[in-house]
């Protein structure tokens, strides 16, 4: 997975960006079959920031996923 154009290590930045600091997200909106989103992502350690989803599947599981500041509209 990537956030913001570098790789990370899956496991520890879900736990630091989702699970420890309890990330949620509000999607704004879809494209591509919902494996693009635009959303408000919201957690206690940075609040709120609008950011891009991108998920690549192959077969019937997510193999990738890449997130990062999205534009302001």
């Known amino acids: 997975m990537s956030d ?3 790789e990370r290590n899956l496991t520890e ?6 699970f420890s600091s309890q990330g949620r997200i509000e999607a704004e909106s879809e494209s591509d079959g919902g494996r ?4 408000t992502y919201t957690n206690a ?5 609008r ?6 599947v192959e077969g019937d599981k997510i193999s990738r996923f890449e997130t990062g500041q ?4």
């Open 36 to 39: 693009s989103l635009i959303a």
């Open 4 to 6: 913001d154009g570098s």
């Open 13 to 18: 930045w879900v736990d630091r960006e989702i």
């Open 45 to 49: 350690k940075y609040g709120a920031m």
């Open 70 to 73: 999205a534009g302001q509209g």
């Open 51 to 56: 950011v891009y989803w991108n998920f690549t």
